[in-house]
């Protein structure tokens, strides 16, 4: 597998804010990545820095081996869909489709015009006249009729319901299937996602806490519930995520794989394991306090 993006010890501070510290990860060739992180983590700064949109203040990135910055042969492989996409006044659905054909060589249009319909959209209706879920519906329509071989969906269902939300994984899915790209999808709404991401990149404050296949990651984190006093007794001296109580009953999230003689221990105290979701992990590792979060070692 070879890599498409390299990034290096990637910085960028606004005035006194640093929003990204020290990044580091490369993407391989055909993967779906999941951007994960909290509001304010800095996933949209390092997509802006991606796509040439924005400078680095420290650091190296390489896409498709180059420099992005001013390079028309990168930016025409990558497409990227961000919530707050800003279009000409008079330009309709089909003007946007008409354009984003010139920009993207791969650009099917029999299957954007396709996709256009499944989403409801109206060819002749202004941007300016869109729903807020249409917005959205037209930015999906894009990202995956592009094919672009780095696509980049940054928070790309906003305003859309759950049926098109459906939809647009569906479809995402079906056509990565046939026509293999890297696709970069920053969300909040990790359960949702969660079956379509083959690798995890979370951003913590400004810096990358996680870079992981998905397929690894279930093994690094588990819950046990079970009677509270029992609970603090398991836990004792491991690396515990969480600890959450209901009367009597307790559940706790611990980081890493339990051992089989230690879920003979707990079974003998009558506690029982339940997986940790993607969502939940994430949760766990990026909540709770600066410090708390700092001490945890992945
Ligand atoms: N143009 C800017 N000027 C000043 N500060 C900025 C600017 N853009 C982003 N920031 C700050 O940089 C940090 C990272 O922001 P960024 O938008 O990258 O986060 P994010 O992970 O995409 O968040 P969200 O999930 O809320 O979209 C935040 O503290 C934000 O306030």
Redesign the pocket.
Known sequence: MSAIVKVTNLT?S??D?A??RGVSFELEENKIYGLL????????????MLTAQQFASGGDIEVFGEAPYENESVLRRVCFIKESQKYPPMFTVKDVLEVSASLHPNWDAAYAAELAEAFGLPMKRKMQKLSRGMLSAAGVVVGLASRAPLTIF??PYLGLDAVARTLFYDRLLEDYAEHPRTVIL?T?LIDEVSRLLEHVLL?DQ?KLLLDRDVERLSGMAYSVVGAAARIDSFVSGKSLLTRDAMGAIASATVLGEASPQERREAAERGLEFAPVSLQQLIVHLTSGTKDEREAIKL
Do not use: L
Request: overall charge positive; aromatic content about 4%; proline content about 0%.
């Open positions: 960028k606004y005035g804010t929003a990204v992180g909290r509001n304010g983590a800095g996933k949209t700064t390092i997509m802006h940054d928070e920053s909040h951003i400004g």
